[in-house]
């Protein structure tokens, strides 16, 4: 089990009005002073965010129908998940989180200037994608270097795996109040800006793109945004 704290974490405005569910060229063209605000978020929400990644590794014992038995008898369970992690030597666990900090200040604003709140929420959303791309992008290197391959991230909620399947296994394998983030009963993550996933490790991982197994896929503005990352 590892937690990494160091984070250079890139934000741009572009990025915080997406946080925002906006597209940033409709907002530069229509409502400029929005990119301001995002810029000031920008400004602002730095100086509040703790970044922190707890991470995982298990090898994978065995896979069988719709289940992955990892060393030392925990398994995972999911029709998406045996999909992509079969071919997988090792599967890595991962649970994000910025902390606090920035929702608690988000919803103070909100109380006198609720514009400024949202684009500081956008920045948050931001914050942790960008956290949870710098985590994945690390463990690909490294794998990498190893001449192995990874899978794509895979997180509960995305098709044939529900958060009310999916999220359990995750705060099962991992420690998760480490970095302060629990679970609700409706298995939402407190603090909100969290994120869990898996990735899987091997010589020769299937390709893809997550958005082809988002249960929005269909209806996302932003597909074309993320495939092409």
């Avoid at 200037?113 to 956290?131: Q, T």
Wanted: glycine fraction near 8%; aromatic fraction near 4%; charge should be negative.
């Amino acid at each position: 089990m590892l937690v990494r704290r160091t984070w250079a974490l890139q934000i741009d405005a572009d990025q915080v009005l997406r946080g925002q569910g906006a597209d940033p060229a409709v907002i530069r063209k229509r409502t400029p002073n929005l990119v301001a605000l995002a810029e000031r978020a920008i400004a602002e929400g730095s100086t509040l965010l703790k970044p922190e990644l707890l991470y995982r590794r298990s090898r994978v014992k065995r896979v069988l129908h719709e289940h992955i038995q990892l060393e030392g008898g925990d398994e995972l369970r999911g029709k998406l998940l045996v999909q992509h992690l079969a071919p997988a030597d090792e599967v890595i666990v991962i649970l994000c989180s910025i902390g606090t900090d920035l929702e608690e200040r988000v919803s103070a604003v909100m109380e006198t200037d609720m514009v400024y709140a949202l684009a500081l929420d956008g920045f948050g959303s931001a914050g942790v994608e960008a956290l949870a791309n710098a985590g994945c992008h690390s463990l690909e290197l490294e794998a990498r270097e190893r001449g192995l391959e990874t899978s794509i991230p895979l997180s509960p909620g995305m098709v044939d795996w529900p958060v009310e399947d999916g999220q359990p296994q995750i705060f099962h394998l991992l420690p998760a109040e480490e970095i302060g983030v629990t679970m609700t009963p409706s298995r939402a993550m407190i603090p909100r800006k969290s994120l869990s996933m898996v990735i899987g490790i091997g010589a020769h991982m299937m390709a893809g793109c997550p958005c082809d197994y988002c249960s929005m896929c269909g209806t996302c503005r932003y597909r074309d945004h993320h495939a092409q990352r």
